[in-house]
C-alpha cells in the first residue's frame, strides 16, 4: 500500500481486496462519470467518479489501464483510462465535470507501458485509436504498440495545463511482479485500487 498526501487529498494505491466505505462506480469501458453521492458502489455504471464532500471516499480498479485522478482544492476527479474509455471520450469531457483553471494536480498511476501493450492485428478499435490518437502508437515488426499515457498527455497539452503539479508513478504493471496485470496473468481481480479520501487535518 501506497499513499500520497496531494494538497488537500491523500491518493492510496493498493491490492488489498476489502477497502471498507470507499465508493467505487462498475467500470464498462464508456465515457460516463458520475458523483459519488449519485453512485451506488460496484453497481452504477460509470469509468470516472468525483467528489467535493469529506465524508466520502472514491475508489477505481485497474490491472494494467491507466488510473488518472485530478484534483483542485474542492474537488476530487479519478478515471479509468483504458484504449476504449479513451476512444469514448472519457478524458474528453473532463471539462464539463471539472474546471481545467482549477486543476493544482495530477496523479497517473502504475499502468502498462507501450513496450507490452501490443496488438498484432490492426481491427476497427485499434484503428480508431490510430485515427484520435496519431502520436500515441507505434508500429514496429507489425505489432502496434499503444501508450496510454502519450493519449493522456495529449490532452494536457491541449487545455494548456502547465501550472499543475503532475505526480507519476512510472511502474509498468506487466514488468512489476507486485503489481496486478491481465496481460502477464490473464486475470483483472484482485486489480490495483486507487483511492482518493480528504486529508484527515483537512477534515473537520
Known amino acids: 500500500m501506497n499513499s500520497l498526501k496531494l494538497g488537500n487529498w491523500e491518493i492510496t494505491t493498493t491490492m488489498q481486496p476489502d477497502l471498507g466505505d470507499v465508493v467505487f ?29 469529506a465524508e466520502y471516499a472514491i475508489g477505481i ?15 476530487a476527479l479519478a478515471l479509468h483510462v483504458s484504449r476504449k474509455t ?3 471520450g472519457l478524458v474528453k469531457n473532463i471539462p464539463g465535470v471539472m474546471n481545467l483553471q482549477e486543476i493544482t494536480h495530477a496523479y497517473i498511476g502504475p499502468h502498462i ?9 490492426a481491427g476497427e478499435e485499434i484503428q480508431e485509436f490510430m485515427k484520435k490518437f496519431p502520436k500515441s502508437y507505434t508500429e514496429q515488426d ?13 490532452y494536457f497539452d491541449q487545455w494548456d495545463l502547465k501550472n ?7 511502474r509498468c504493471t506487466f514488468e512489476d ?28
Do not use: W
Not at 464498462?28 to 453521492?37: K, L, V
Open 113 to 121: 507501458c507501450e513496450d507490452h501493450f501490443g496488438f498484432e492485428y
Open 25 to 53: 462506480p462498475f467500470q464498462t469501458h464508456g465515457n460516463a462519470t458520475i458523483s459519488a453521492e449519485e453512485c451506488v458502489s460496484g453497481q452504477t455504471q460509470a469509468d470516472g467518479i468525483y467528489m467535493d464532500n
Open 86 to 88: 479513451l476512444i469514448r
Open 164 to 170: 499543475i503539479q503532475m505526480h507519476k508513478d512510472n
Open 142 to 154: 507489425g505489432v502496434i504498440h499503444v501508450s496510454l499515457i502519450s493519449a493522456v498527455q495529449k
Open 61 to 75: 480498479n485497474t490491472a494494467d489501464c491507466l488510473p488518472l485522478v485530478l484534483l483542485t482544492d474542492k474537488q
Open 177 to 204: 511482479g507486485t503489481l496486478a496485470s491481465k496481460r502477464r496473468t490473464g486475470k483483472a481481480n484482485p486489480g490495483i485500487s486507487t483511492i482518493v479520501s480528504r486529508a484527515v487535518s483537512d477534515i473537520v
